[in-house]
């Protein structure tokens, strides 16, 4: 019973470079969500997904940052012309549907440096 | 948005004796507050978890309790051990995925 699996796992990245990461969810889940945490801090929402669809992208970046969950394949979190300050691990999380009383499980996430 | 608040940042305790963490949050429309572990290199895992309805709830040797008047809520692990050294890492949310984080705890457990 394979839990959320993310990878790569550690991802080096000189700045200017894209940086994809990806995420498939439990089996039976149908909703991703993307976090971040910077170094020494808690965990930051990003974005919210169902397949084909972008619910919630409240805490992206306006810019370089892009997310999608086609309805074949893993999500996939895009970073284009990483900088430093987007050294950092994502996580992502699955749950089976977005009603009340509902857990998110969290992957083990992917490690992203900036060269 | 929601403001979590949490404290210690840090917390070192005997083996045995009991650790306990406090987190405030500012929005009083938030009626989840899920605690997650995190050790290193690795993703945040659940361990307990509590809605606005409850104000107490217990498995095994972790607690949480929620006053939602003062708007804090609290983790209590009683006769920690070693493999309880961890981050832990307290959050709210309005709504169950889109959740606010505290800064984190680091606990150590000394033998």
């Known amino acids: 019973n394979a839990g959320v699996m993310q990878n790569p796992r550690h991802l080096v990245r000189r700045r200017g470079q894209e940086a994809r990461l990806r995420c498939s969810p439990m089996?039976?889940?149908?909703?991703v969500y993307w976090y971040r945490q910077l170094p020494e801090e808690g965990l930051k929402f990003m974005v919210y997904?169902?397949?084909?669809?972008?619910?919630?992208e409240s805490g992206m970046p306006k810019e370089r940052f892009s997310a999608e969950f086609p309805k074949e394949g893993p999500s996939i979190l895009r970073i284009q012309q990483v900088v430093r300050g987007d050294s950092a691990a994502y996580f992502c999380?699955?749950?089976?549907?977005?009603?009340?009383?509902?857990?998110?499980?969290f992957g083990e996430g992917s490690w992203l440096t900036v060269v | 948005g929601e403001n979590v608040e949490q404290h210690p940042s840090t917390l070192s305790v005997q083996e045995g004796d009991s650790a306990v963490i406090k987190c405030t949050y500012s929005?009083?429309?938030?009626?989840?507050f899920p605690w997650y572990k995190q050790e290193l290199g690795k993703g945040p895992q659940l361990i307990i978890d509590?809605?606005?309805?409850?104000g107490e709830k217990k498995d095994q040797r972790i607690a949480v309790t929620l006053n939602k008047t003062a708007k804090h809520f609290s983790l209590h692990i009683t006769e920690t051990q070693p493999e309880d050294s961890a981050v832990y890492f307290c959050?709210?949310?309005?709504?169950?995925?889109?959740?606010?984080f505290g800064a984190g705890t680091t606990v150590t457990v000394r033998a």
């Open positions: 999380a699955s749950s089976p549907r977005q009603e009340a009383g509902n857990t998110i499980y």
């Open positions: 089996k039976g889940h149908s909703h």
């Open positions: 997904l169902q397949k084909e669809n972008i619910i919630d």
């Open positions: 929005d009083s429309a938030s009626n989840y």
């Open positions: 509590i809605r606005s309805n409850v």
């Open positions: 959050a709210a949310a309005t709504n169950d995925y889109k959740l606010s």
